[in-house]
């Protein structure tokens, strides 16, 4: 059974960092996608960032480039998102999802879903 579990949310201030993670289990992912979504109250899911396997130009949505950094290690099944600069804007759940083959940027292109961090930020 796939399991994913995000650990590293939390209350931020503005143009504080931090660093999401998200541990996953059940299958072997080294040849799947994964990305990090983000949605606020009353808004679609969207996406934040996402890598193939070999971590070879990964994308990322306008609104975050420059701040933050998506990677992952295959050897232990965990996917990163560096957040530097917050922004109060960034506030939302994020999300961990995998995709078995190559990412894709809606919702519904992911196979497994984590439960979801919480990020704050404060102005």
């Known amino acids: 059974q796939v399991q994913l579990v995000e650990s590293g949310g939390g209350l931020v201030q503005a143009g504080d960092s931090l660093r999401l993670a998200c541990a996953a289990s059940?299958?072997?992912?080294?040849?799947?996608?994964m990305a990090w979504f983000r949605q606020v109250p009353g808004k679609e899911r969207a996406i934040v960032a996402a890598v193939n396997w070999s971590a070879y130009r990964p994308y990322y949505a306008d609104s975050i480039k420059g701040r933050f950094t998506i990677s992952r290690n295959n050897a232990n099944n965990t996917l990163y998102l560096q957040m530097n600069s917050l922004k109060p804007e960034d506030t939302a759940v994020y999300y961990c999802?995998?995709?078995?083959?190559?990412?894709?940027?809606?919702?519904?292109?992911?196979?497994?879903w984590g439960p979801g961090t919480q990020v704050t930020v404060s102005s």
């Open positions: 999802a995998v995709r078995v083959g190559a990412y894709g940027l809606r919702p519904d292109d992911y196979d497994y």
């Open positions: 059940g299958r072997t992912f080294s040849s799947d996608a």
